[in-house]
C-alpha cells in the first residue's frame, strides 16, 4: 500500500474508533417503562475458592432471580469468575477445592441465574488474557465491559441516571472506606457526573449518599464474599460480614431528587421496597 493511502487508511480508523468510544461515554441504555428498576450488584465472589460464603451467595442470587424488575450487575474481580491467580500468587491453588473446569462451571451458573445488565471485568478476569471465559459466557442483553463502564439509563419519560460503575476507584485512606468513591465523584477529570459510583475489589462495604455540586450522589462499595481470609489476618485488616451486595433501587417517577435512588446493603430488604415501589 503507498504511504498517502496508508495514512489515510490510519486516519479513517482512527476516527472510526474514537466515534465508537465518544458513542459510548457514557453507553445508552433505554427502559421499557417508567416502573422502578432494582440493580442488585455483586462484589467479589471468587466462585471457584474454598473461602466464598456460598450460602450467602446462593441466598443473593436467588433475591435477584426472584424479583420482578431487578437484574444484576457484575463488579469483577473474580465475582463471577474463578480465582484465577498468577505470577508467585499461583502457590494459592494448592488451597483450591475445585478445578479450573468446575471454576467455569460455576461462573457460568452465576451469569445464567442475575441475567446480568452489567459484567465488569476485574483484575482476576484480565489475568485470564484472550482465554477468558465471559467472553462466550455472558448472554445477549448483558454488557461485558473492561474494569469500568459509565452508563446511562434512559426512561421513556425523559429521565436520567449516569452509573460510574468500576471494578475499583483510584485512591483509599486509613479514615473513609470509600475515599475513592469520593474522590470520583468529587474530582474525576471526565466531565461525565454520575448519580452514583459503585466499586468492589477491596473486600470492604461502604454506603455514603450526600448533595455535592447541586445533585444528590450514592458512593458505594460491595464487599464481595470472600470470607476469613489469610491476607485480613496477616495485614491486620477488619473483617467485615456484612455488605457482600450493593443494591440500587431507581424511581423515575419521584418527584424529589432524594427520592429517585435509592441504595441498600440488604437485597431482601431492597427487593421488598423494589416491589412495594412497583406496586403503588
Not at 20 to 41: C, E, F, H, Q, T
Not at 97 to 121: D, H, M, N, V
Not at 214 to 229: I, N, S
Amino acid at each position: 500500500m503507498p504511504t498517502d493511502e496508508l495514512i489515510e487508511h490510519m486516519k479513517r480508523r482512527y476516527s472510526t474508533r474514537k466515534n465508537a468510544k465518544d458513542a459510548r461515554d457514557p453507553i445508552p441504555i433505554k427502559m421499557k417503562s417508567n416502573d422502578p428498576v432494582g440493580l442488585l450488584m455483586f462484589g467479589d465472589i471468587h466462585v471457584d475458592s474454598p473461602q466464598c460464603n456460598w450460602p450467602e451467595l446462593d441466598r443473593c442470587v436467588a433475591i435477584c432471580e426472584s424479583t420482578e424488575g431487578m437484574r444484576g450487575v457484575s463488579l469483577g474481580g473474580g465475582s463471577p469468575h474463578t480465582d484465577n491467580w498468577i505470577g508467585r500468587l499461583q502457590a494459592e491453588y494448592a488451597k483450591s477445592e475445585a478445578s479450573a473446569k468446575q471454576g467455569f462451571q460455576l461462573a457460568e451458573w452465576f451469569i445464567k441465574k442475575i441475567k446480568p445488565l452489567i459484567i465488569i471485568r476485574g483484575n482476576h478476569d484480565a489475568w485470564s488474557g484472550q482465554g477468558d471465559p465471559l467472553e462466550y459466557i455472558h448472554t445477549a442483553g448483558s454488557m461485558y465491559e473492561q474494569w469500568k463502564a459509565l452508563v446511562e439509563l434512559q426512561w421513556p419519560s425523559g429521565r436520567k441516571a449516569v452509573l460510574d460503575i468500576a471494578h475499583d476507584h483510584v485512591g483509599t485512606s486509613q479514615f473513609h472506606p470509600l475515599h475513592g468513591q469520593v474522590r470520583q465523584a468529587r474530582f474525576n477529570h471526565s466531565d461525565k457526573t454520575a448519580d452514583i459510583y459503585i466499586s468492589g475489589h477491596r473486600h470492604t462495604w461502604g454506603l455514603m449518599s450526600t448533595e455535592m455540586q447541586g445533585r444528590v450522589v450514592w458512593m458505594c462499595r460491595a464487599r464481595g464474599f470472600k470470607d476469613h481470609g489469610e491476607y485480613e489476618v496477616v495485614k491486620g485488616f477488619e473483617a467485615q460480614k456484612l455488605g457482600h451486595t450493593i443494591t440500587a433501587i431507581f424511581d423515575p417517577s419521584a418527584y424529589i431528587k432524594t427520592g429517585f435512588l435509592s441504595c441498600f446493603a440488604e437485597p431482601q430488604e431492597a427487593a421488598e421496597f423494589l416491589t412495594y415501589k412497583r406496586g403503588r
